[in-house]
């Protein structure tokens, strides 16, 4: 197993964001967290990567107890978030945004070839690498900020919300980019508003409601599951 | 004509070393949206260390070398001991700002204490290491020539570090947006110490050059020089180093022009005099971004 969630609380001042969460990921997945606005998804991806403290409870990655550790110290265990609402760095070149991504990493060379393997990911990048990432598209700083997580080469990418205000066209593209992302090797922990479409690439899922996990199991079983059709797939499955 | 080019020239040196203070104002607001008012005082210190250590018999240079790291590192922790348990309980900006002057007040005192250096004036070595040129019935003092030209260098090398490397690019990243930078593994923490650390030895450069030019020190000449500098830095666009560099120039030329044309009087206050007029035109200062320098 390679993350390992166990009672995760979080408390923001008196708020209980998260109570009590049990989670897991394995190596070559793609798993989901689905629920709606307010339920705890980003929290969760914040504190697995650092961002906020876990007021109780325990988060292992590959063996290791990675528990609020620092974030910048995060990134160097191979975990990489690309958070929500893409946080690019604005008034930096889409090059350095990247080359922010591989801050942890030294050898030249790899990086030149993680830098291919982006640009061949999201070609529209390459086309504008001396461009500020604040003058980039909605769609475009999206794949900046995947392409930026992925600098670092991460083991486990974390993605909150890669479809979030973007045309449909683009989020299937996003959604293509993640299962091939997955398949060149990249274990995914995908949160998602767009319930359907998630569902539809994980392999397992989570569904949090209120700060706990109500529902997980197979992604395409939950898919038919009437509790999940009803509360996240209602307007969406009348295909 | 030669009064007017002297005071030009005058200007143009005096500016530079303006210019390498304002640096410091505008890193440090960068990376932490804050104005560090202790800045003047470690300008004073810098100074001083030279001071004592050439008293002690340490060479000229040597000097000048210990003193710039020592600036350096007092500047780095009063971020450590009085700003960054602010930023950690997150305290409203207004506290980390009063703190800055507490603590320039406190460095400058504590400079002027009876079993320190005293309050009294004290002398500087020339910084006129070879002789004075001359052209027609103008002088340019070597002291003039060495703070433009190692101010310049100095400034350079600043915007190497801020613009081609990686430490550079991981304070431009903090400066942006922490958070985030964090995530790409930046440890801000030390992002903002090097910071301060790269101002602190900015300011004690600046106070030697200034002194060596004077040839006279005092624990509260930091004060004056260190808001000039600032409003050096603001009317440049506070956060941009080009800017801080045309800033500290126009400063310092205005200021001598005017000197020498209405009394020394007039010195000190031209630089506000400057900031209002350019603030009234451009509120962001002549490069300011916008949006930025919201305090
Ligand atoms: N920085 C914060 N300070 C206080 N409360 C927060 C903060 N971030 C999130 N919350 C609260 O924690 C809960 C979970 O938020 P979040 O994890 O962002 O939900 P989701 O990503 O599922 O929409 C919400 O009630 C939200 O208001
Ligand atoms: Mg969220």
């Given amino acids: ?185 990249t274990t995914i922990l995908l949160i998602e508003q767009n319930a359907n479409m998630a569902l539809s690439v994980a392999h397992r899922a989570y569904v949090l409601e209120t700060g706990k996990i109500s529902l997980s199991g197979d992604a395409k079983e939950l898919m038919n599951d009437p509790r999940v059709k009803s509360a996240y797939l209602g307007e969406i499955h009348e295909t | 004509m030669e009064t007017f080019i002297g005071a030009v020239i005058n200007g143009l040196a005096l500016g530079m070393a303006y210019a390498l203070i304002a640096v410091g104002y505008s890193m440090v607001f960068g990376v932490l949206r ?47 001991l009085a700003l960054e348990p602010l930023r950690k309980k997150q305290s409203i900006p207004i506290a980390s700002l009063i703190t800055t002057v507490g603590v320039s007040f406190i460095i400058q005192n504590g400079l002027a204490l009876e079993q320190v250096f005293t309050s009294e004036k004290k002398g500087f070595p020339s910084l006129n290491l070879f002789p004075n040129i001359m052209i027609g019935n103008l002088t340019i003092q070597s002291s003039q020539i060495i703070m433009f030209a190692v101010a310049l260098v100095l400034l350079a090398v600043l915007s190497y570090i801020v613009n081609k490397t990686k430490i550079g690019l991981s304070m431009r990243a903090t400066e942006q947006n922490a958070r985030a930078a964090s995530l790409m593994g930046v440890n801000t923490n030390f992002v903002i110490s090097f910071t301060f650390f790269l101002g602190g030895c900015s ?59 209405l009394g020394s009087n007039v010195r000190d206050p031209m630089a506000f005099v400057i900031l209002i007029l350019i603030l009234i035109i451009k509120p962001n200062g002549l490069f300011g971004k916008k949006g930025v320098s919201k305090v």
């Fill in chain 2, 203 to 261: 300011a004690a450069i600046a106070g030697t050059l200034i002194s060596g030019y004077y040839q006279i020190i005092s624990p509260t000449m930091g004060a004056t020089i260190g808001l000039k500098a600032f409003a050096a830095a603001v009317v440049g666009g506070i956060g941009v180093l080009y800017g801080s560099v045309v800033g500290g120039l126009v400063v310092g030329v205005v200021e001598c022009i005017a000197a020498q044309y």
């Fill in chain 2, 34 to 80: 804050l104005i560090n008012f202790a800045h003047g005082s470690i300008y004073a210190f810098g100074a001083y260390m030279v001071y004592f250590f050439i008293s002690i018999q340490v060479g000229l240079f040597w000097s000048i070398m210990i003193a710039i790291v020592l600036s350096g590192i007092l500047a780095m922790l009063v971020d450590k």
């Fill in chain 1, 1 to 185: 197993m390679m993350l390992k969630i166990t009672d995760l609380n979080v408390h923001y001042g008196f708020i209980h964001a998260l109570k009590g969460i049990d989670m897991e990921v394995n190596e070559g997945e793609i798993v989901t967290l689905i629920g709606s606005n307010g339920a705890g998804k980003s929290t969760t991806l914040g504190a697995i990567s650092g961002l906020v403290k876990a007021s109780k409870g325990k988060i292992e990655f590959e063996g290791e107890n990675i528990t609020n550790l620092p974030a910048y110290k995060v990134v160097s265990k191979k975990i990489s978030l690309s958070p929500e609402g893409r946080e690019v760095f604005p008034a930096l070149s889409v090059e350095e945004n990247l080359r922010l991504g591989a801050f942890t990493r030294s050898d030249k060379a790899e990086i030149n070839q993680s830098f291919e393997r982006v640009y061949d990911l999201f070609p529209r990048l390459k086309e504008r690498i001396k461009q500020p990432a604040g003058t980039l598209s909605g769609g475009e700083q999206q794949m900046l900020a995947i392409g930026r997580a992925l600098m670092s080469r991460p083991k486990l990418l974390l993605l909150d919300e890669p479809s979030m205000g973007l045309a449909p066209n683009l989020v299937l593209m996003i959604f293509d980019l993640i299962e091939s992302i997955n398949k060149q090797g």
